[in-house]
């Protein structure tokens, strides 16, 4: 089991004080300071900075709270496989960016799982938290749009994507294949947040043109996927979406997609895993059941 110094150590720092990692531990002040004290004797180090009023980590603190998250996340998931037995066959942690085609993903997580007597537990959030996750093990595996910026974990190429322009199925551009992009400024467009990755996408690839997205007609931008595209089927503007993120509104024809000419708007999802992470085959099978899923829904 993780020694109790440590869990001490995770409290003060999850709390951010002394005084709350005592109240949830049901100890005193002075017995969680003689617990972090004790650690200190034990690595002969400091783990706290004490020349600052907030509570902040030195070098080696970092160090020691990094492997006790590792130590405690690996008793868990012995924890968790010891009780899969008579229960599931074994618990699964996998996180998400917050991605446009979410429900792909958990249908494809959710296609397999049953049958393998697998427990999913999924986790949202930003890449930096989901890493985070990873390194304190977690995490079995996130999804993500893009390539991390980081040699530390394996990233295994789930698909490659593309963005359309996205118009009513009412719109004179509803018949035809591709637009230009003088023809795409005359538009309204229905963006989302320039927070977005399709956003960024959009931008990156019109700043190759010598064009920003000021230069077009944009009348709102809106965080919800499902927002733009009910506001697109209803004929209140245009979009540029990923294709997957629509694909079963494609299908429907409640909309139609469109190659934007002359802009390359191709990105690729990956799915990012420690290192040792021995389940290659159960990841190959997510990214069969991940394909299968959207060309069923193309």
Known sequence: ???????????????????????????????????????????????????????????????????AYRIRAIEEEMKQEILGRKTVGRVLLAGMTHLPESDLV???LASFAPERGILLRITT??????????????????????????????????????????VPASHPLSGKKSVSIDRLQKEKLILRGSDMSAHTLFAAALEKNGLKPQSFHVIMEIDSIRAVKDLVARGFGCSVLPKSACSEELKQKKIFGLRIRNLSFERERYIVCRPDYDQEELLQEIIRAYRRICQDRT
């Open 125 to 166: 959030a930003d890449e930096d938290q989901l890493q985070e996750m990873l390194d304190h093990r977690e995490l079995d595996f996130y999804v993500a749009e893009g390539k991390a910026d980081t040699d530390r974990f394996r990233q295994i190429p789930m698909d490659t994507d593309e963005l359309l322009l996205i």
């Open 1 to 67: 089991m993780i020694d109790s110094k440590l869990k001490t150590l995770l409290a003060v720092y999850e709390q951010n004080s002394f005084t709350r990692a005592a109240e949830i531990l049901s100890l005193t002040q002075p017995a969680v300071s003689q617990q972090i004290q004790k650690l200190e004797e034990i690595y002969g180090c400091r783990i706290f900075e004490r020349t600052r009023p907030e509570l902040m980590l030195t070098k080696e603190g970092e160090l020691i709270v990094r492997t």
């Open 106 to 108: 958990t249908a494809a």
